[in-house]
Every structure is written in structure tokens, then in C-alpha cells.
């Protein structure tokens, strides 16, 4: 394992707290699914995260906008 300042860059950077995940009953939510290629998140496999949207590189034009939407919505 290096020391030293080549140490630095192995360090895991303390975590955000900004994702945030759209909810599933709103308009921005099914936009999002209606996309060609999305689907819901799915990390366990068989237990998809029916609030978590996956985007495909192609939709990246819309990706700020769906972000915004989850960020202004209440936790």
C-alpha cells in the first residue's frame, strides 16, 4: 500500500448527501421510466428501488432537468 501523498487519492471522500430519488407517483418520475432504455435501479437484483430511475447515456440532455425535479421534492 503506498504512503505517503500517493496515499491521498485511496481515501474515500466523505459522502454527499444530494442524490435524491424521484418519487414514484410523480409526473417527473414517469417521464423519466417513459424514456427509451430506463429502467428502475435495481443494485440487489430481484428487489428494484421503486423510487430510483436508471437514464441511459442517450438521455443525458434530460438528466438536469430530472434532477432538479428530485432535489425540489420532499423527503
Not at 485511496?10 to 435524491?20: E, F, M, W
Not at 424521484?22 to 417527473?28: F, K, M, T, V, W
Not at 414517469?30 to 437484483?45: C, I, N, P, Q, S
Request: hydrophobic share 35%; charged share 35%.
Amino acid at each position: 500500500m503506498p504512503e505517503g501523498p500517493e496515499r491521498q487519492g485511496l481515501r474515500r471522500s466523505p459522502r454527499r448527501r444530494t442524490r435524491r430519488p424521484l418519487h414514484r407517483d410523480s409526473p417527473e418520475h414517469a417521464e423519466a421510466l417513459a424514456v427509451t432504455g430506463a429502467h428502475l435501479f435495481d443494485r440487489m437484483g430481484g428487489r428494484p428501488m421503486k423510487d430510483w430511475a436508471c437514464l441511459p447515456l442517450a438521455a443525458s440532455a434530460r438528466r438536469l432537468t430530472l434532477a432538479e425535479a428530485a432535489r425540489e421534492q420532499p423527503r
